[in-house]
């Protein structure tokens, strides 16, 4: 079995990568940092927030994009200069991904005799068998896994297929300049356990629509990274938006409340302390999913009465 290494699922990009992006539309122009007619540095967005003594940057990125893609625009070499510390949403280094096999394996696997198989209706069953052999199994070869987990099986499965996964990684490429740096870096996660716990704490019959979710976006756009990390170079927030939260990227909406709204009022938290008891510069790096939206960490920032701007 391939165990998938990386996270956020529900959309097609997956959830635990070797294929993950993450991820209902609201154009990010109703904020005020979006007006029609200012326009923007070409290159990935970066938002700012500041106060008289301390500036937090966020920049949204995408999991993966392709080998020796010049992704560090001026404005993030700049921002990332600036500095004194990193946020990550989650430790991206190999080890740290590594040591959540164990809980996959405790969470993801049946134990009780039941099957992936007796978990699906006849008509679901036959759906993913046609993806899950395009991608060059038998749905009999995930029959040990929890419909979510089978769900983030098959988008690694499609992102070996499609070459992801000898993409650059640029989570691990902020990780290692920062580091070499000497830059403070501390994460909003300390493990994806934290993700896979609020996956398998969903009732199964959300894991079976995540599931059948993910099959159907295989099968109708096998190649979504490359749209995005094309979008995403281009600054395109509002076509991110789409490709991130358009009809159809999410299981419902208690995947959706789950994996997205949760976390960024968290991670907004966090922001909100790090304003209010902290003094400098910080770059939080984010998942783009999380920058776009009616519930994006931008919009509620912005409802909190910060003035937020793009960089």
Known sequence: MVVPTN?????VFGLLMTVGILLSACAVN???VAKEDIEFSPGPAIWTVKDKDTTVHIFGAVEVVPPE???????????FASAEAIIFET????EAQAAIGPIVQQLGIYRNGRTLRGALNDDQESELAEVAASLGVPLAALDSLKPWLASLQLGSLN???QGYTGWINIFS?????ASAAGKEIRFLEETRAVLLQAISDLPEETHVKMLVTTARQIKNNPEPASEAAAVWLDGDVK???ELFHGPGQWADDVVYDALVVKRNQKWVQDIEATMANKKGVYLY???TGHVLGEDSMIMMLDDKRFPVDRY
């Open 69 to 79: 893609t010049a992704w560090r625009s001026e404005e993030f070499k700049v921002v």
């Open 239 to 241: 076509r991110l938006e």
């Open 30 to 32: 109703s904020v005020h």
């Open 159 to 161: 992102a070996q297929k």
């Open 7 to 11: 996270a956020r699922t529900a959309p």
């Open 285 to 287: 790096v984010i998942g």
């Open 91 to 94: 430790d991206p280094r190999p």
């Open 173 to 177: 490429e902020i990780d290692a300049d």
